[in-house]
């Protein structure tokens, strides 16, 4: 999704989404790995990086290189740059391959949770972006509320039930 040059400083990285789903037809060796994110710099080269979303294919994805290493998880990500920690890694859901708006409800994860950076108040469709919890990525969506479901009868053309929650059924 992004490589970064080795003489690269100062990089302030905060509010994407690094979504790289390629698929390489080399089955094996360093030609079919891809990234998020790849550095040939060193965890030092920003000043910041945070609050993104970071998104590869399963098989041949490492979610980052940096530090001359692969970086397959999350955690290794946040422990190889020092930063990341309000980051998150799942695979975010678009309207369509040519459409990159957010969809509503799959993505609830990264809604309001971004870093405001005061100088940045439009996003991609020149709408306001929330100027206190603006969403990770170029574009400003809403989710729709959660309503809990306690016990009962769930009747699918009225109730909705919100991904991730675990409600039994």
């Known amino acids: 999704a992004i490589k970064v040059s080795q003489n690269i400083s100062n990089l302030d990285l905060r509010n994407n ?4 789903h390629l698929y390489n037809s080399a089955s094996s060796g360093s030609g079919s790995k891809h990234y998020s994110i790849f550095s040939n710099g060193t965890s ?10 970071y998104s590869v ?30 980051s998150k890694n799942f695979k975010p859901t678009f309207i369509s391959k040519l459409d990159l708006h957010l969809t509503d409800a799959q993505n609830y994860d990264i809604d309001n949770i971004g870093f405001t950076i ?15 919890t603006p ?10 509320p959660c309503n809990m479901v306690n016990g009962g009868v ?9 991904f991730g929650e675990a409600d039994a059924i």
């Open 135 to 144: 969403d990770i990525g170029a574009d400003e969506f809403t989710t729709i």
């Open 44 to 53: 030092n080269s920003f000043s910041h990086i945070d609050y993104n979303l």
């Open 154 to 162: 769930i009747i699918p053309a009225i109730d909705s039930i919100c």
């Open 17 to 20: 989404i690094l979504n790289n």
């Open 57 to 86: 294919a399963e098989n041949q994805g490492r979610l980052g290189f940096i530090n001359n290493a692969d970086q397959a998880t999350l955690q290794n990500l946040q422990n190889s740059f020092g930063q990341n920690q309000n």
């Open 118 to 132: 005061p100088a940045i108040t439009i996003d991609i469709d020149d709408e306001l972006r929330n100027n206190t």
